[in-house]
C-alpha cells in the first residue's frame, strides 16, 4: 500500500470512530435531559411551573390556578404511566376547570399547548424526545 492509501485510511478510521463517539454521548446527553424533565414534571413545583408557563396568569388568578394545577397534579402523579385515554381525560378536566379563570388569550395559549401534546406525544420507554426545531416559538 502506498503511503498516500495509509493516511485516506487512518483520516476515514479517525472520521468513523469520532461519529461514532459524538453518536453515543449525543444519546447518553438526550437520555439525561429526558429523565430530569420526566423528574421535574413530577414534583407539583414542575407541574405547575409548566402549565403556568404555557398560561402567563395575572396576580389575581395565579391563587386559583394554582389550587387547580395542584389538585390535578395529585390525579396526574397517582398514574405516573396511565393509558392514553385516561391521560385524555384528565388532561380536559384540567383544561375545564381551567377554562373560567383564563383569559382568551391564555386560553388559546392552552390550546396549542395540548393540540401540540396531542400531535408529538411523549416517545416511547427508552427513546429520546425528539425536538421540532419550532419548539421554542410555539408558546409565543
Request: no cysteine; glycine share 4%; hydrophobic share 35%.
Amino acid at each position: 500500500m502506498s503511503v498516500k492509501v495509509k493516511m485516506s485510511l487512518i483520516i476515514l478510521v479517525t472520521l468513523i470512530v469520532g461519529m461514532l463517539l459524538g453518536a453515543l454521548i449525543q444519546g447518553a446527553f438526550m437520555r439525561n435531559q429526558f429523565h430530569k424533565r420526566i423528574t421535574r414534571l413530577r414534583t407539583p413545583e414542575g407541574f405547575m411551573r409548566r402549565f403556568e408557563r404555557v398560561i402567563r396568569p395575572t396576580e389575581e388568578q395565579k391563587p386559583e390556578i394554582d389550587k387547580i394545577l395542584l389538585r390535578n397534579f395529585e390525579r396526574f402523579n397517582k398514574r405516573l404511566t396511565p393509558p392514553v385515554q385516561e391521560m385524555g381525560r384528565i388532561m380536559d378536566t384540567l383544561r375545564m376547570e381551567l377554562d373560567p379563570v383564563l383569559t382568551p388569550e391564555q386560553k388559546a395559549r392552552l390550546h396549542r399547548h395540548f393540540e401540540h401534546m396531542r400531535r408529538f406525544p411523549p416517545p416511547p420507554p427508552g427513546r429520546p424526545p425528539g425536538k421540532p426545531p419550532w419548539r421554542k416559538r410555539h408558546f409565543q
